[in-house]
């Protein structure tokens, strides 16, 4: 009965509707009952809710970044309108001081605005051109080729070797010896290696027969914290010189022995000649370091030996100098990231044409290689922060102060009245063994000035130039340059004591 009286009331509904529009209804009867016309009209507005839905966050979501974009727009509008009126007026402190130099540059430059079509403003046309040649900079410098990029290596970490030695303070040091036994050497021969190096640096590439030849044992050790030698907090350059000592002692040294010092590496052999004299047989220096603020320099020296470092590695000194420790963060990001690079880059050098060509070669990428992987294995920056901060401290000495020379002791009154009447106590300071320095004259690392202030203060020393030799090329992997460097500093060959 529902259903009836429903559908009774809407066809009075229509013919109401037709009584009063005067329309009249001339098709079928609307039959649809209310169950099919409820369901039909449910889907009909669920879906059409659905779609609205979809179309209003699509709305929302263009409606908010355009409102975002228009706020943008007034605020870049803004800024030019405040630039304009505070900057770029006539009476603005920018303008004042720029119109004078912009009138000039823009007079010199005003014919080239003959060039330009005549119905372009020509402010607009050269500040188009500029950024234009900008970016062709920039694209220019992004290398495109990536087949031919090299892929970088992965430093490894290596088991443990090395032979190491108990010191007094409880510290272990490892060392390498190389050439022949203790009992049958005629020549000792200690090496300290320089900066971010290790004791399997040694003379790079010496064959052994050559050692063999000369009855030489080269003894080579980690520095403090490098490689897998136990790091020493409070080290200095006395310490260094007592470590060798000790070294020396505990491998079976009982003469005299010769250092080795090269590039960086001859702090430490400076130092034992300073420290322990009486130890030291003689010293061969192969571009050696000195303090790079050196007081006793005078300001052309320290000009000719600057000029030729690339300015990172002048940064480099002047924050081991002031700032040390701020090289910890430039370290982990450097050759503490766990990638291999070029010592260049590392080091932070520039290199001569010979030792272009040498770091170049497969044998010297694979010494470098395997050389930095054992200096870092302990993976601690502290130990070449310290390295760092001695290279440019005060060394306590100088090398006039190696010059042999004789010193009274006149101390206090009763000293001095006693020199009167007798003789005074007098002994010979400075070290009297030989002293040889290799100097390549391309080397662009240590640079021929270094050795010229060196000789300076020490006459006695003997220099061998070397022509267009630069800092590697003369040392490393060069059996003709090391048999001369051992003739020199050992005469005719012997070979060792038993033959």
Known sequence: MSEVGGSYTRRDDLAGLEEESGIRYAGEPIGISTPSFATTSSEYVSGDSRTRESESLKDQAKGFMMAWGEILLEFGRGCRDIAQQSLLTEDSYLVRKLRRPYSKVSGKLKHLNEFLPEDRDPAHVWSVMFFVFILALAAMNVNTNHDRVPPVKKVRIHPPTASRILLPDGRHMAYREQGVPADRARFSLIAPHPFLSSRLAGI???????????????????????????PHLGRTLNSSAFDILHLADAVGICDKFWMLGYSSGAMHAWAALRYIPKRIAGAAMLAPMINPYERGMNKEEIKMIWETWVPSRKLFYFLARRFPKLLSYFYWRSFLSGKHDRIENRLHLSLGKRDQMLVEEPIFEEYWHRDVEESIRQGNPKPFIQEAVLQVSDWGFSSADLQVQRKCQ??????????????????????????????????????????DYIVRGLPEAIVHKLPNEGHFSYFFFCDECHRQIFSTLFGVPQGSLDS
């Open 410 to 451: 006149r101390r206090g009154f009763l000293s001095w009245l006693r020199s009167l009447y007798s003789q005074a106590e007098c002994e010979l300071a400075g070290f009297p063994g030989p002293i040889h320095i290799w100097q390549g004259m391309d080397d662009q690392v240590v640079p021929p000035p270094v050795t």
């Open 204 to 230: 790079p590439g010496v064959k052994m027969s050559l050692l063999e030849e000369y009855g030489i044992r080269l003894v080579t050790y980690d520095l403090p914290g490098f490689g897998e030698s136990d």
